[in-house]
């Protein structure tokens, strides 16, 4: 290698290792605002979208999707979600609520908005994502549980609020998971 690239390379070098030390005192002064009313800086928005996007992908390539277009699994979807999605992705119908306008980020409003594909879905609900305030429901609820809550995600852009109400209102109502929580939870 010639002389010319060596000093390249080292300055490269110098340069990345200048680059992670600015950084590294920017995070360690607390300079970086973390509060969920201030907005995150483009890169960094940027960034956790990314790592977000690639990570469910990533994970959800392993997931075999069932049959979804049982009805009474649509029901059964319909009624938790009612009962544990619609605080932060609302119901059809359903006006913002007080909880949403302070997240961030904002949960998107799934029946204007509903997951790309069945896997990744049920990758995101059963293991939630971290620094969002999405839960890991699988801690508390079995993949069939989950794999009714996609299948009624499939119906929601669909569902005027009459037709989700009638839906919620057909299945055998959400029940408690309490004899099914992970060691060490208590209610």
């Known amino acids: 290698m010639s002389k010319s690239a060596r000093d390249v390379l080292a300055g490269i070098g110098v340069v990345c290792l200048a680059l992670a030390t600015l950084a590294i005192v920017y995070l360690a002064t607390g300079f970086y605002n973390v509060g969920a009313d201030s907005d995150h800086t483009g890169l960094m928005r940027f960034a956790l979208a990314t790592v977000r996007e690639r990570s469910v992908d990533a994970h959800a390539d392993d ?16 009624s938790d979600y009612d009962e544990m999605c619609t605080g932060c992705h609302l119901a059809p119908g359903m006006a913002e609520n007080e909880m949403r306008p302070g997240m961030n980020p904002k949960p998107p409003v799934l029946a204007k908005d509903p997951p790309d594909s069945p896997a990744e879905a049920f990758w995101v609900i059963k293991h939630g994502i971290k620094m969002t305030g999405m839960p890991a429901w ?7 549980e989950i794999w009714n809550i996609v299948a009624f995600l499939n119906k929601l852009p669909e569902l005027s609020p009459q037709a989700y109400r009638a839906l919620v209102a057909s299945s055998n109502g959400h029940h408690e998971h309490d004899d099914s929580l992970a060691p060490g939870m208590k209610m």
């Open 138 to 144: 699988g801690v508390t609820h079995s993949d069939a």
């Open 63 to 78: 997931v075999t999707v069932p049959p979804l277009d049982n009805p009474k699994m649509i029901a059964d979807g319909a």
